[in-house]
Each structure stands twice: as C-alpha cells, then as structure tokens.
C-alpha cells in the first residue's frame, strides 16, 4: 500500500505466484489502462518468497523462478529469498 501511495502511476497488482496461468491473466484485467499494455509481457516481477529455506526450498525457488520466466517472460525478476541470498553469499 505505501508503494502505491508513492507511485500512483504505477501499478502495483499482487498474486499467487505459483499460479502462473492467474498471474498472465491478470495484465489485461488490471493493466489495459497503461502504456504497458502494448507488451504481451510484464516489465519487473516481484517475488517475495517466504517459508522456503534449505536445499528444498532453494530448488523450489528456482523452479518458481523458472515458471515464472517462461509463462510471464518480463523484462526482470526480482526476488527476496533467503535461501536465495544463502546461495548467493
């Protein structure tokens, strides 16, 4: 909500992002309105990955990741994770 009230010209929508399908449905619904609907494709996904951790969960990250890239195809992923961030450090 903060972020909304910062950039009210951006738009902010939040989904399940295991449900891929959902998530490629909802641009057209919310987003018709922007510039950004001209793409096919979403600009920036934020992935908040909470309660995964350990070597499972890092490769449920990667698999998300991954399913995310494919049906959504945005321009980047960002994500906060801490088995990410175990990985990377």
């Known amino acids: 909500e903060a972020a909304k009230k910062k950039f009210p010209h951006v738009p902010f929508v939040v989904g399940d992002a295991w449900k891929t399908a959902d998530l490629a449905r909802m641009k057209p619904r919310y987003l018709s309105n922007h510039h ?39 321009r980047c992923i960002i994500i906060k994770s801490l088995c990410m961030r175990r990985l990377a450090s």
């Open 36 to 74: 950004s609907s001209c793409s096919n494709h979403y600009d920036v996904v934020y992935v908040d990955v909470g309660g995964l951790s350990g070597s499972e969960g890092l490769l449920e990250a990667v698999s998300l990741l991954s399913a995310i890239e494919n049906s959504l195809e945005p």
